[in-house]
């Protein structure tokens, strides 16, 4: 196994990079508050995985949705294991993220020359909000619809604009069919592409930066 490694490596040539990549000198005294950070990357890696999977099965139609769910839980081998990993990483994703936020706050770490590293982890936050917004619908339910169209109400509060923005998200008058499509390609698509790439840019600066000093 080692020699096979070895030889894939002489010509993949990946190790040596990544180590160096990965083994980097952290400044002393740091906490487990400091693996917050990692454990949401983590999350995310788990909702990647199971949403590919899922989407093997689920239906994005107002007639199928709803029977798609039910047959990933009855009849797909491991469906409602796979279903029930995607929800509960979505919601200790979201409170790890939270979590992050306030080690970060805390530790006064959003200051020069990190904050943009701020500003950029800020927006991954609205993307994992707008995330389990759209992931909620797609069970296509009565909760999943009124939550929706509770929603998507509030959008019309907005002045001037409001009436068409909430057309724009809703895609009608009413949540619909076509709200469904809507919701489950910007759930699978647009935003899995914001997060992998504001992912990247946060990274990128970590690993020039460094992590902040203790105060
Ligand atoms: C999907 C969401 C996020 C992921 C996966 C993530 C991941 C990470 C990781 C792995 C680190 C290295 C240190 C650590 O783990 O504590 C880090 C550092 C940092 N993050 Fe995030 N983060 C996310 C969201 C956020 C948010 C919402 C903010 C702020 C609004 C933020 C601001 C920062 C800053 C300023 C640093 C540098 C901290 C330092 O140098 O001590 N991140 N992030």
């Not at 993949?12 to 180590?19: C, D």
Request: hydrophobic share 50%; net charge positive.
């Amino acid at each position: 196994m080692g020699r096979m490694l070895a030889w894939l490596d002489e010509r993949f040539h990946v190790i040596k990079p990544h180590r160096r990549f990965l083994q980097r000198r952290i400044p002393d005294g740091l906490n487990y508050a400091y693996c917050f950070g990692g454990l949401a990357f983590t999350f995310f890696l788990v909702l990647a995985g199971t949403g590919l999977l899922l989407s093997i099965y689920y239906i994005p139609s107002e007639k199928e949705a709803y029977r798609s769910i039910v047959m990933i839980n009855e009849t797909v081998l491991f469906g409602w294991l796979i279903r029930s990993l995607h929800k509960w990483a979505a919601s200790f994703f979201i409170v790890s993220i939270i979590l992050h936020t306030i080690r970060v706050f805390a530790t006064r770490s959003y200051r020069p020359p990190r904050e943009l590293n701020w500003m950029v982890g800020s927006l991954t936050f609205l993307v994992a909000m707008a995330s389990a917004f759209t992931g909620y619908l797609l069970p296509w339910d009565q909760r999943a619809y009124w939550a929706t169209e509770v929603g998507t109400a509030m959008i019309q509060t907005i002045p001037f604009a409001g009436d068409a923005l909430m057309l724009a998200v809703r895609g009608s008058n009413e949540v619909s069919g076509a709200t469904l499509i809507r919701f489950y390609s910007i759930h699978v698509l647009f935003l899995p592409l914001c997060m992998g790439l504001l992912l990247w840019m946060h990274f990128h600066m970590i690993k020039r930066q460094g992590i902040a000093k203790r105060l």
